[in-house]
């Protein structure tokens, strides 16, 4: 079945550092990606999505490449602020039907002043 | 707020008793759905309506637990005979073609079972 792999947490970064989480699916089809945040005791919120190969998604300084060719998914920061810190789901939803999101583990995003 | 709206939002109770977590969607959002997280994990999906039919149902979800929407609008999920293993935050979403089938979520309902 589908299923979304994402890189092992925690991750800490200092103020200002270089953000990569990665981010790797296996799907049947031509999936959408996605990726959200949750903040310490709260729900999800969609950070950026991508919907067809190459797409590239942004938002709030974030950036990831839907990569078909590598499967690939990654989450990108040039410039992390302490605000950022939080986790981050992978998840991806297959074409048609319930469009359900399968979730990656997440990863703990810890940004130091 | 016109968000995903989840109650109650934190629910303590003793193994063995009912309990029951209700979900108001966005307006207008004709999809449901309810998925469960525990700490450490992703979400995982539980069930999905499409106005008021259920039309899917995760393994995950056994007998012990029920959901619906009578009316295609709010959605309830009961867990019967709670059992520690239960212990999660249930989360609920909505979306609709309308929003590019982008699914919201609430702030979760967490559930702690002693």
């Known amino acids: 079945g589908d299923s979304v792999t994402q890189m092992e947490g925690p991750v800490t970064l200092s103020e200002e550092a270089f953000l990569t989480i990665n981010c790797t699916y296996t799907a049947t089809g031509y999936p959408s990606l996605f990726w959200y945040v949750q903040y310490p005791g709260e729900g999800l919120q969609l950070l950026l999505k991508a919907t067809k190969a190459d797409d590239k998604g942004s938002n709030k300084g974030f950036e990831a490449t839907y990569r078909k060719e590598t499967t690939s998914f990654h989450l990108e920061k040039g410039s992390v602020q302490v605000s950022d810190s939080a986790v981050y789901f992978c998840?991806?939803?297959?074409?048609?039907?319930?469009?359900?999101?399968?979730f990656g583990k997440g990863t703990k995003l810890t940004v130091n002043p | 707020d016109t968000g995903v709206s989840q109650d109650p939002r934190h629910k303590i109770t003793k193994r063995g008793q009912n309990v029951t977590f209700r979900c108001d969607p966005i307006s207008e959002h004709n999809r449901l759905y309810w998925y469960r997280q525990t700490l450490g994990q992703g979400p995982e999906f539980l069930t999905y309506?499409?106005?008021?039919?259920?039309?899917?149902k995760s393994r995950l979800l056994s007998d012990r637990f029920s959901a619906e929407r009578p009316k295609g609008s709010f959605s309830t999920l009961e867990i019967q005979r709670t059992e520690q293993g239960d212990s999660a935050m249930y989360l609920c979403?909505?979306?609709?073609?309308?929003?590019?089938?982008?699914?919201?979520f609430g702030e979760g309902s967490w559930l702690t079972v002693v």
């Open positions: 979403a909505s979306s609709s073609q309308l929003s590019g089938n982008t699914i919201y």
């Open positions: 998840a991806l939803s297959s074409q048609g039907g319930s469009e359900k999101l399968v």
């Open positions: 309506f499409q106005n008021e039919a259920q039309l899917e």
